[in-house]
């Protein structure tokens, strides 16, 4: 697998103003290895793993990567991601995340997603912001089964204040040929929470071309309170 940023053991971390891939050179991060077994193959642009308290990841630009695992594992070490942050209070802005293409064709949903934008799972404290960050051209390539792919797949801090706001996502893609496969712009999977001003427009492909088959298409989905 592939890291371009990792945090692990410091207490602030900072990454800002990074370009991780070609901004347009196809398949510039490409992790090759069409393996089907349960070894892993992460692909992250920047990830937060351990111990981080503050966390301030803004205006980078992660773009043209690609993970050929094309296996079912559901493994931490399996799934795709732009940004990944598991610990401290993350003010997460300003990223521009594109092109980013994953084989596998593993159908767990939450934080084991195939395929996901910004994955926040940090409920130590409050204070999270996810604000003003371009998610799109976030495509499956995997052939079956019910595969998820989400902008933002959000889990934080159920105190305080959290903000995700002026985000802008569009543009997912499947090749699945189940129709229970997902594209999900915005996913709250628990916390507190304020969300507003974002922009989610699914159903159209990265060409511009309106998606024919019958997945399961959805903005903005919170468990949290049910809508």
């Known amino acids: 697998g592939f890291v371009a940023i990792s945090s692990q053991g410091t207490t602030t971390f900072t990454a800002n103003n ?13 992790c090759s290895n069409a393996s089907t077994s349960t070894t892993a193959q992460t692909l992250h642009g920047i990830e937060v793993l351990t111990s981080a308290t503050t966390v301030t990841i803004q205006n980078n630009t992660i773009a ?3 993970n050929a ?3 079912s594992g559901v493994g931490g070490g399996l799934q795709t991601r732009g940004i990944y ?11 521009t995340i594109y092109n ?25 404290s409050a204070g999270a912001t996810v604000s003003q960050n371009t998610i799109h051209s976030l495509n499956s390539t995997g ?9 933002i797949y959000y889990n934080g801090a159920t105190t ?4 995700i706001a002026r985000n802008n996502i569009h543009s997912f893609s499947l090749a699945s040929s189940s129709t229970t496969a997902q594209m999900i712009g915005l ?23 309106s998606i024919t088959n019958t997945y399961d298409i959805q903005g903005t989905t919170d468990i949290v309170t049910g809508k």
């Open 100 to 124: 980013i293409s994953a084989a596998s064709t593993n159908t767990s949903g939450t934080t084991a997603a195939a395929l996901n934008g910004i994955t926040l799972i940090s409920t130590i």
């Open 160 to 163: 305080g204040t959290n903000v």
């Open 18 to 30: 990074n370009t991780i891939g070609s901004t347009v050179t196809a398949n510039s991060i490409n």
């Open 85 to 95: 942050c598991a610990f401290g209070v993350p003010t997460i802005t300003g990223n």
């Open 69 to 71: 695992y094309a296996g």
């Open 143 to 151: 052939a079956s089964g019910a595969i998820v792919i989400y902008g």
């Open 64 to 66: 043209n990567l690609t």
């Open 187 to 209: 996913y709250l999977g628990g916390g507190n929470t304020t969300v507003q001003n974002n922009m989610v427009r699914l159903g159209i492909n990265a060409a511009g071309a």
